[in-house]
């Protein structure tokens, strides 16, 4: 079992830049693949950022790529999301998650999942 809690999620106005965190406790963080993805209302969740196990796997979105940075420190058991270039089209919620095996870029693939926290970006 595998606890993710977000946090770092706020308003900001467009532009700016919000740095999430991803806080994992449970089985041991380096055995997985961590996920970043997005929900808007109406919409479905989508894809943001993914890290391998050892970080050498950085896929990201193409709506995000260049403005985006996930990164992970596995000692700390922890996952963040810097987001930089902040568009109003950014703004949903963000849920950390973690996937068991391969990296992946589908929700499906991910067993654990946080919360979300919410981001907004104001025009």
């Known amino acids: 079992q595998v606890q993710l809690v977000e946090s770092g999620g706020g308003l900001v106005q467009a532009g700016g830049s919000l740095r999430l965190s991803c806080a994992a406790s449970?089985?041991?963080?380096?055995?997985?693949?961590m996920g970043w993805f997005r929900q808007a209302p109406g919409k479905e969740r989508e894809f943001v950022a993914a890290i391998s196990w050892g970080g050498g796997s950085t896929p990201y979105a193409d709506s995000v790529k260049g403005r985006f940075t996930i990164s992970r420190d596995n000692v700390k058991n922890t996952v963040h999301l810097q987001m930089s270039s902040l568009k109003p089209e950014d703004t949903a919620v963000y849920y950390c998650?973690?996937?068991?095996?391969?990296?992946?870029?589908?929700?499906?693939?991910?067993?654990?999942w946080g919360q979300g926290t919410q981001v907004s970006v104001s025009s």
């Open positions: 449970g089985r041991t963080f380096s055995s997985y693949a």
């Open positions: 998650a973690a996937s068991n095996f391969v990296i992946a870029t589908t929700p499906g693939a991910y067993a654990y």
